[in-house]
């Protein structure tokens, strides 16, 4: 009976084992950082950010159709002039444009303009190829 329960506990961690190896190399971690607006212009506490990002830049066109950032919408506002700071996931691509841009609201739902849009742009994770083809001439 024990010996059962060592192998399921054995392959509980190897499967885990694996399952992260798989998948942690699968995001990369970007740190974004802004000052804070208010709730009124530039003065006092806003209610809330939207964070949106894209592979195209974004407009107040395309605004609704960026992805949205889940983790801004727990992101209790500081006091205008504030910096901010957010970390996100991103998902992993090599040498990719990741647009950013956020809008503001107050308390009332008043939302601002969007904001500048900034480019991030992922690192090249791609190795060259190994050479297969070594010898002597
Ligand atoms: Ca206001």
């Known amino acids: 009976m024990n010996k059962i329960l060592l192998i399921i506990l054995g392959l509980i ?3 885990f084992i694996i399952y992260s ?3 942690a ?9 802004w000052t804070a607006t208010g709730d009124d212009m530039n003065s006092g506490t806003a209610d ?7 592979d195209f830049p974004i407009t107040e066109m395309n605004w609704t159709t960026c992805t949205k950032i889940m ?3 727990s992101l209790e506002p500081s006091v205008a002039g504030t910096q901010e700071f957010l970390t996100v996931s991103l998902p992993l691509e090599s040498e990719t444009n990741y647009y950013f841009a ?3 609201y107050d308390e009332a739902g008043n939302v601002s303009a969007l904001s500048n849009v ?3 742009k992922s690192k090249d994770i791609v190795s060259p190829a190994p050479v297969t083809d070594l010898r002597s001439q």
């Open 13 to 15: 961690v190897l499967g």
């Open 21 to 23: 190896a798989v998948t």
């Open 25 to 33: 190399p699968s995001e990369q971690v970007v740190t974004l950082t």
């Open 48 to 54: 809330k950010y939207e964070l949106r990002y894209s």
């Open 71 to 73: 983790k801004a919408d």
């Open 102 to 104: 956020l809008k503001v």
């Open 118 to 120: 900034y480019l991030y």
